[in-house]
């Protein structure tokens, strides 16, 4: 593949699993988003990872940006996002990748924005 394929489907190849509790008054608590690098020969220096917050509707409740250092191939890292009292769902994508053999060391935007 080329690596403009791959920045362009990047959530496809750093996947994001979200895990977190729902809170007995509403929002949730202990929210981990796992970034797992599918690719077999790209590290990743650093990724950038939206999370978006969401009431059941739809509507956004709040917005964070993460960073993520050093995943390399196989390898997964955990994001820990602060608790809520509003939102029911928690969305995720990469959005800006640092690599060597795709960006050649250089950021870049990646995915669909």
């Keep these: 593949m080329e690596p403009g394929d791959i920045l362009a ?3 496809e190849y750093l996947i994001s699993k979200v895990e977190f509790k729902t809170a007995p008054a ?4 202990n929210c981990l ?3 797992t690098n599918t690719l077999p020969d790209v590290t990743f220096q650093k990724a950038i990872v939206e999370v978006v917050i969401q009431k059941q509707d739809g509507a956004e409740v709040k917005r964070a940006y ?3 250092l050093s995943i390399e191939p196989g390898m997964s890292k955990v994001i820990r996002v602060p ?3 509003q939102g029911t769902q928690v969305m995720t ?3 800006k990748v640092k690599s060597n053999e795709l960006t050649k ?3 870049e935007l990646a995915g669909n924005h």
Excluded: K, L, R, Y
Excluded at 26 to 29: I, N, S, V
């Design 93 to 95: 994508q990469v959005v």
């Design 83 to 85: 608790n809520s009292t």
């Design 33 to 35: 988003v796992t970034i």
């Design 66 to 68: 993460f960073t993520v």
């Design 9 to 11: 489907g990047i959530d």
């Design 105 to 107: 060391g250089e950021w």
């Design 26 to 29: 509403g929002g949730f608590t």
